[in-house]
């Protein structure tokens, strides 16, 4: 039996160029699609979800990549019947920290920055690039790698990065985990500072049916940073 399409959601600030390295090293015998989130489809996160669902195969895996994490999630909650699988790349159910949520960012440190957004898109997404790669072995040549792979076409408008930024803000996915019991792979740098690896720990805890993998020496875009053994792990779940 052929494995499952594998449905690849990209993160903030980035479109599906992101993917390139590991669509390259997947199975061949796989179906990968890499759609770009469509941030323009309204204010509300679930349009949009809908939007990827009503384009995506009628059963398959869907893999998330930080924001897109959230995306898979809330996707493998509303349409079960489609989701079969997820994997969960530097991924967490609430992007900013609260009095009872320690794993993520600074709520003053993410005002400032999405200030920063929306005076000048260009320089954020450049000082995000490196936010994403902190801490990584290979910082510098992963930065390198995320500036290519997004360089093949324009960023993405003011209007839409500020409005997925504020899907960061508001989205808070911690009470409908229960509900979610497809099998989850969750991936996590140990040294992420942008969702910190307890993030990823809470989702393994609080899923009914997931495992928790910290790869070592990478930073949040752990798949560019470790292409091969992210595109193995990634057929091998969806063949299991």
């Known amino acids: 039996m ?3 399409p594998l449905v690849l959601l990209h993160g903030w600030g980035a479109h599906a160029g992101i993917w390139g390295d590991v669509i390259a090293q997947m199975n061949l015998g796989q179906t990968v699609i890499a ?3 469509p941030g323009e489809a309204g204010p509300a996160l679930e349009e949009v979800v809908a939007r990827i669902a009503a384009a995506a195969p ?3 895996v869907a893999a998330g990549w930080s924001l897109g994490g959230q995306l898979a999630l809330a996707w493998a909650r509303h349409q079960p019947q489609q989701v079969a699988k997820l994997i969960l790349i530097s991924s967490t159910p609430r992007f900013v920290a609260a009095p009872d949520w320690p794993h993520g960012m600074d709520a003053a440190a993410f005002t400032g920055f999405a200030a920063e957004v929306a ?3 260009a320089a954020a997404l450049r000082r995000f690039i490196l936010l994403e790669t902190q801490g990584d072995v290979q910082a510098r040549a992963v930065a390198r790698k995320i500036e290519m792979a997004l360089a093949g076409r324009p960023a993405a408008e003011r ?6 930024l504020n899907w960061l803000r508001d989205t808070d996915l911690r009470q409908a985990l229960a509900d979610i019991r497809q099998p989850a792979l969750v991936l996590h740098g140990d040294r992420d500072r942008i969702t910190p690896p307890g ?3 809470y989702l393994a805890r609080h899923l009914p049916d997931a495992r928790l993998e910290i790869v070592r ?4 875009a752990l798949f560019v940073s470790e292409p091969d053994a992210i595109s193995r792990r990634f057929t091998e779940f969806c063949n299991e």
Request: with cysteine; aromatic share 0%.
């Open 159 to 164: 209007s839409v990065l500020v409005r997925t």
């Open 217 to 220: 020496g990478a930073a949040h």
């Open 58 to 60: 009628e059963r398959c």
């Open 35 to 37: 759609p770009d989130v």
């Open 119 to 121: 005076a000048d898109p």
């Open 199 to 201: 993030a990823g720990e």
């Open 2 to 4: 052929s494995a499952l």
